[in-house]
């Protein structure tokens, strides 16, 4: 089928966020494009600016495309073989438990499958985990300490439906931009629907909220007990569904009940205003269909299961769980975070939802994969995972599609211990990461575009994706990689997978193995699919068994749960503070998170050029009044650090957040710049049951990082090493990079050309009759192909358009080579709308000009018309110019 593929449109699932959206791929006359799959209960058509842009991400270029062991190109064989035979090796000498794999949501879940088959089922250890250990663990402990299984009750659907929704601990306008435009649109057909947003930060998702809960840091928990004391106490309850549906309640109810005093003392300890909060509580209390969605802001925390209970619990107590508009609802973050829960991708679970510690679900999957050798217990959770390579107990390592040594707390201590390991092995597609750095054995692993598999996005829909594109150089599929592994370790004969196919139906029918509706997973119904039926699969809900042909929808509506008595257990909790405080020595609260137009660590996102337009270099959000303070100006360098480490970036204020706190994102890394990793900063604070680590509260100083110049380099040559410098920061083009330098070791226009001379031989140069401000266009044989700034402020180019004029795509005179932009008026403020490229003095213009709404903003400028990722900031923009034209007219 791949072959047949290459020139016809493809229907797959995008590689991004939990949403998971079905997207069309087809070859256009400038490359391949990506579309909203019109017919995918996810995102009926819609994408936001990644998804769209996906087309842009396929080139081979900077892709690993050959095996290497030690540094040397290898065959396929080869490399097969040194890595069975090291891990062999060291089982020999050192048992099961001295090798460990670390995976990813990244993976497929055919991929997942076989990587923890070999792992629990024929190394015998549980020294797997995954990355989403570090985004969804807690969700994970929290349903099953509660509902009994890892079943998110509800659909996207609910979102709609709902009359109050609450949001918590998500930007869903940023992270999960399809829902989030789902429920705008929900909205404006129902304006009688209220939205609460929960967040210590005002987002691009308060754009849609009736009232924002702007809550101190780390307080959640707090919120959340509170709320269903006041609802036990003031009776609104569902008597009735407690007693008929659920065990433990009285018992969770006094706990809470003593902690709980009034609305307004626990208004103050919450950071919140009493009335706000009275609202709050009111609403929730008077509407059934309420759904709280939950994501990172509540699993992110040394205190998570116990954050996410209390939720969980508020909608069981008053009988809300899997009915229409009524339910809890947990949003994953990653594209295949639930598909690896599904086989057990987590070091704490068995394969198809069952329990390591079960000694009946371990005697089902042994005799189901015919193996002696699973495991008995549960493996090292990932923080544990790394600091067992630390400290040597784990001698061998395999690392999945996934980047740690950026990702993972105590940043700077994994890549220590990944120096150290013996043996690293790393699969991965792109052939630069930070992690990939320090493996002895690199794996070329297929990418999104030619990798054939399942998905299971938020709401448990099994979606395929399809490859389109042809396996380049030595590429393999990660689920063909790991089988090739096991053969050589002497387990071929439970490895014989011919295709993804084979893998997914073996997948299926452990799935419905001796189950008969006493497991929430099962996938059964999908166990003979052929290969054709494989192939043409469309999306599906699980359970999804011969007795609920069709798929499921909701689940628990019915009040059954999967537990041993059928019933919800309520759980005592205890609302704790974050573990990382503010002090003397540290006094600021550092969140981090994901910004609109990035995923991750950048090694897929960073390839489409547009995406980095909207921002395009690592910064701290600090509130302009803590800038004063701390005599920092916008744009100036400022170094976080603590006990840990310290990262340096541009400041930016921001009045979204809350004095005595900032924001960075996480994407940064050393690919992309000098001191941008924010894990470096992390301290490996986990909640005790999910073991999910603490990363929205890191204590930090912040201090001026002072730099006697500023410097801009845009270079044709993507391959250009820039002058030395203390700072910097790399923006790939299309055309050309951008690097963006500071530093306090002078810098001479003539070591500059001597340094740049292997891509230049005849230079313009400018500079003022102060000699403070210096600019070089370098040619070679008459075309441009260098330009360089030097200030002693940050100096700023129109580095698109530079690169256009060294592709020969663009012409300009040399003076406005020497200003690094047209001649002409040119909007270089910031960039609002990455799919048409508006910038923001732009929009102004239209607003000013009676463009009073978004509808008419977007038939002026065509900004907010395709993806709608940038909607809420214009809307932003909409409202600022209201409150400007009311203060001129007071």
Known sequence: MRGQRMNTPVSTTCAYCGVGCG???????????????????????????????????????????????????????????????????????????????????????????????????????????????????????????????????????????????????????????????????????????????????????????????????????FLFDGLFAWLAENRFVDEEYISAHSENYPIARDDALVRFTTVADL?????????????????????????????????????????????????????????????PFSITGQPNAMGGREVGGLANQLAAHMDIANPAHHQLVSEFWQTESLATAAGLKATDLFNAVSDGQIKAIWIMATNPVVSLPDADKVRAALKLCPT???????????????????????????????????????????????????????????????????????????????VFREHARLSGYCNAGTRDFDISALAELSDDQYDTMVPVQWPYSTSSAGGTVRLYADGHFFTPSGKARFQSTSPRMPL??????????????????????????????????????PFVAIHPEDLLSLGLREGQLAKLSN?????????????????????????????????????????????????????????VAISQVPMRWRACLVAADKGVEPPSSDWWCRIPGDHATEWRLAGNTLVTLDALRGHLSAYADDWQ???????????????????????????????????????????????????????????????MSALVCSCHRVRQDTLCKAIASGAGDVEKIGAQTRAGTNCGSCIPEIRSLLREHKDQEGGASA
């Open 643 to 699: 006990d840990l480490g310290n990262v340096v970036m541009p400041v930016r204020p921001d009045t979204g957040v809350q004095r005595g706190t900032v924001f960075t994102p996480i994407h940064w890394n050393d690919q992309f710049a000098s001191s941008a990793r924010v894990g470096s900063l992390t301290p490996a604070n986990t909640d005790p049951v999910s073991g999910q680590p603490e990363y929205k509260q890191v204590a």
């Open 765 to 827: 140069t400018l500079e003022d009759k102060n000699g403070h401000h210096h600019r070089l266009v370098g040619y070679r044989d008459g075309k441009v192909t260098i330009w360089f700034a030097i200030a002693p402020e940050a100096v700023h180019a129109d580095a698109t358009w530079l690169g256009r004029v060294m592709a020969g795509l663009e012409t300009a005179a040399p003076i406005a080579l020497s200003y690094g932009r047209p001649l002409a008026d040119t909007d």
């Open 424 to 502: 690293v092995v790393v699969s991965d597609c792109v052939a630069d990461t930070d992690t990939l750095a320090l493996a002895d054995i690199k794996l070329p692993a297929a990418a999104w575009g030619e990798k054939d598999g399942s998905v299971t996005n938020s709401e448990r829909c099994i979606s395929r994706q399809r490859a389109f594109l042809p396996l380049p150089g030595e590429a393999r599929p990660d689920w063909w990689i790991i089988s090739e592994v096991a053969r050589a370790m002497g387990f071929g004969r439970a490895f014989d997978y011919r295709s993804a196919a084979d």
């Open 23 to 221: 997207v069309t791929m087809a070859k256009g006359p400038h490359g391949w494009e990506a579309s909203g799959e019109l017919a995918h209960p996810a995102n009926a058509g819609r994408l936001c600016v990644k998804g769209a842009a996906l087309g842009e991400t396929v080139a081979t270029g900077e892709r690993l495309l050959k095996p290497s062991v030690e540094g040397v190109d290898a065959d396929w064989n080869t490399a097969i073989e040194a890595v069975a035979e090291r891990f062999s090796r060291v089982i020999r000498e050192h048992g099961p438990n001295a090798v460990a794999f670390y995976v990813s949501g990244q993976l497929l879940t055919e991929d997942y499958y076989v990587a923890n088959k070999l792992m629990k089922g024929f190394i015998g250890s549980a020294n797997i985990d995954t990355n989403s250990r570090l985004c969804m663990s807690t969700a994970v402990a929290a349903h099953k300490a509660v509902l009994g299984s890892d079943t998110v009750a509800g659909t996207y659907e609910d979102l709609e439906l709902a009359d109050l929704l609450v949001i918590t601990g998500s930007n869903m306008a940023w992270t999960h931009p399809v829902v989030f435009q789902r429920i705008s649109a929900a909205r404006q057909k129902r304006p009688g629907m209220k939205v609460v947003v929960i967040d210590p930060r005002r987002t691009a998702t308060c754009d849609i909220a009736d009232l924002h809960l702007a809550i101190s840091p780390g307080m959640d928990g």
């Open 580 to 617: 990382s405080q503010a002090s003397e020595a540290f006094p600021f609260l550092m969140n981090t998170g994901r910004i609109r137009d990035q995923w991750h660590t950048m090694t897929r996102t960073a390839r489409a050029s547009r995406l980095l337009t909207h921002v395009d270099e």
């Open 267 to 327: 208004a103050n300890q919450c950071g919140l205003d009493a009335n706000s909060l009275e609202t709050f509580f009111r609403l929730f209390a008077s509407n059934h269909r309420t759904t709280t969605v939950f994501s990172q802001g509540i699993n992110q925390s040394s205190s998570g299961v116990d954050k996410a209970t209390a939720i969980l619990q508020c909608h069981l107590a008053t009988g809300r769980i899997g009915k229409p508009g009524a339910t």
